[in-house]
């Protein structure tokens, strides 16, 4: 199981890396997930063979700690009372066969006081005497929270006066869930029946179900029947088997998984909802038309402006053109932009990724409408007027040199008539009226059709000015599609992160089964801090 959870910190933090390069996540979010300590007991011991059950001695000054070790030991091993040098406050207890070149790794040895002995009893089993948390010491404060991830079971020491020490409680509140916990009542030939009870009901209220409370009194000469540390010591001996030192490591574990599973869910809700994305894309739509219309709005002294100039030249300098998307229309497609990166905000999903992403299309919306205005109106230029007029000046173009030719040899066969005529019956066959006739028939059948091509042709400047409107709303409609592509992208990479992070949340919960007894399961339930 650890390597499965070094695993799965591998991947949430290669999942929180991308996360906040694609800015989903704050770094500050990021350190939050990839800080999870992965010290456990595990890391003190070169191989399983190897393993044993780390127990340590916990409490406030003045408690009996190190007597209790001192007596549990049959020797004086821990240093009691003013003899606790401040450079060696933590005294460890194993037995001769264990070797501490694993140990030296993590905790250097010269400032550790140590101790052997040869009680096979207790070969299993790994003993820490560890400083006054509550001393004015603030090093004994900082070895205390350097040792606590390394421990498998917490013997809680207090004595008849100082059970209720309010940093105990801290103490106990605060990594009451990491461990498994054996409370003692020390100096019990000071203690009353009412302060055990006592004791043990705050105990129920941290969250004990029927805590293991032991009363021991250390001092040389105790003989009293009461006194419980043959039992404490059987209670340790029982713990020390492979079955258990499994399952408090599998648990502890656990309980890190379950830590991990909180910080990533912070960091669902972080990403919000997919329901927010209708809602984001109804207020682009509705926001898109008001930005359109006063673009367009804008755009009408320009275009007729333009258009003007494009239908004097075929080619224009770019100092004599006016430019389109000037500054104002930026400013206008900017507050647009804006006010969807603050929608998205509102709605409770990151913006860094929109906002990053829309900066492209800040930059094309000039692209666009530069290049769409000038090849409409290229266009239309090439094809002035609409279809009907088109067509009527063809027509009128044809009729202007078949109507005339039409007209003449009407006139022509007219003549040869009259001149045959002429001959046999010997009068005059050209008049003044036929001569007017046929001139004012041949100029009228070009006239018409001249007329009607210089009436019917187009304007140049009315098909710019066609032209560049067709261009603004060509250009519009690609803008329109950029924001909208960006909104997609937007929501398909929101759903691939969330989805990877429901399957690091799913992997979270996935849990161990152990196999215990049911003897040492009801001892650890009764160890264990209740959820």
Known sequence: ??????????????????????????????????????????????????????????????VGKSSLLNKLADQSIARTGVERPTSREVTLYHHQAFSLQQLDQTFPLQHIQVAQHNDSSNEQVIWIDMPDFDSTEEKNKDIVMQWLPYIDVLIYVVSPERYRDNKAWQLLQAEGANHAWLFVMNQWDRGETSQYEDFKLQLAKAGFDKPIVYKTICHADSALEDDELDQLQASISSLATTNTIEQLENRNLTL?????????????????????????????????????????????????????????????????????WDDWAQSRFNDYVDELVLTTDQQGLPNKPLRTALLSCRGMAVKHIQTQTELSCRKALINPGNVVQRVVLRVAKIAEVILPLIAMGLVGFQVFQGYYDSAVTDEAFL????????????????????????????????????????????????????????????????????????????????GVEFKSTESENQQLDRMLLKD
């Open 256 to 324: 890190r998984k379950n830590a991990s599973k909180q910080k990533l869910q912070q960091c669902s809700q972080v990403l919000g909802q997919q329901q927010s994305f209708s809602v984001l894309d109804k207020e682009k739509e509705a926001r898109w038309i008001n930005t359109k219309a006063q673009l367009l709005q804008g755009f009408e002294w320009p275009v007729q402006q333009l258009s003007v100039i494009y239908a004097k030249k075929a080619n224009v300098a770019d100092q004599d053109k006016i430019s389109l």
């Open 1 to 62: 199981m650890a390597y499965d959870y070094s695993n799965l910190l591998a991947k949430i933090a290669g999942w929180a890396e991308q996360s906040v390069k694609d800015g989903w996540i704050e770094p500050r979010q990021a350190k939050l997930l990839t800080d999870e300590p992965e010290n456990s007991a595990n890391e003190l011991f070169v191989s399983n063979n190897e393993r044993r059950l780390i127990v340590a001695f916990m409490g406030g000054t003045g």
């Open 431 to 510: 008049g003044v009226d036929f001569a007017v006739h046929s001139v004012l028939l041949v100029a009228i059948s070009w006239l018409l059709p001249f007329f009607i091509c210089k009436k019917m042709q187009p304007s140049l400047e009315k098909a710019a000015f066609k032209g560049l409107n067709k261009g603004v709303s060509l250009a519009l409609q690609m803008i329109d599609s950029d924001i909208s592509n960006v909104l997609i992208g937007f929501k398909d990479q929101h759903s691939q992160v969330t989805k990877s992070l429901a399957l690091l949340i799913n992997e979270c919960e996935q």
